[in-house]
Structures are given as C-alpha cells and as structure tokens.
C-alpha cells in the first residue's frame, strides 16, 4: 500500500543544527516535497522554523500519541505512479524535483494501535522501535483540503 505521507526529523545535537523532509503525495502522479536541512535545533520541544517553514511535533502521551503541526511551502512535482516517497525524498536534489511553490499545512495526530516494537536493522546500530498508529486530522495544500484517516507508522531512532 503507498504511503500518503512521509515526515523525516532529525537533530544533530554535535552539530546544532536540525533537519526536515516531508513528502505528501497529492495524486497519483503529483506530490509536494519540503525539505529543509540547515534549521537552528529547536529551543523548546520539537518546534522547528526556518524560512516558509514552521512545524512542530509533540509527543502527547509517550508511546501513544504524537500531534504534528505544519504551515510551509513545498514543491509541488510530477512524479510516476506509485513513486516510494522516501525514495522521492532522497533524491530531493535532482532536477525531476524542480516545480511550482505550494503552500502546505496539516493538524495530524498519530495514535498507536499496537505496542511498540524493536526495529531490528535500528536495534543493532542506533536504537529504536516502531509501532502501528493511527493517523487523523487535516492536510491543506494550495486551497484544497484532505480530511486524514488511515493506517501508519512512527519510527523513531537515536
């Protein structure tokens, strides 16, 4: 099944800085892209802000329930069917990804349905789990509007 949406966080505390990548598929052969790679780490929490960019992420209930905040801009692209966004995002900088400025925001909440699980390939290098959620709310882009209600995921790494 594709996934409609992919948001990537990361913090690199030696480095003081923070990253953010998101992929949100808006059709079946169009998606808008954020990427956002030199951020300042957040002060307070998991807000970051950078130019056209603004989102936040707050764990609701640890294991639980995560909100996700969003007001951007991203690029909106063609892209082929059935295209693995995370695979969208790491090739952000090719030339495919060239295309028109497109205002984006969601109010989402991610809420488990299972308990968390180990992730194997993260366990032996880095640490994390998965875990199946829910994941609810809205998704603006341009001035069209999606009401969310699917399946999903939350992977966190450290």
Known sequence: MPRLLVVHL?????????????????????????????????????????????????????????????EAFGVGVDVPPATDLDVLLASRGSPELRGDRVPVGWDLEWTSVEAPEVEPAAAAALGGYRVACRVEGEVVVGAGRLELDEAGERTHHW
């Open 10 to 70: 990361t913090l690199l505390d030696g480095d003081g800085r923070a990253a953010f990548a998101a992929a949100l598929s808006t059709g079946s052969s169009s998606a808008v892209v954020l990427v956002a790679d030199d951020l300042d780490l957040p002060r307070v929490g998991l807000e970051l802000r950078g130019p056209g960019l603004w989102a936040d992420h707050n764990v609701e209930e640890p294991f639980e329930r995560w909100s996700l905040g969003l």
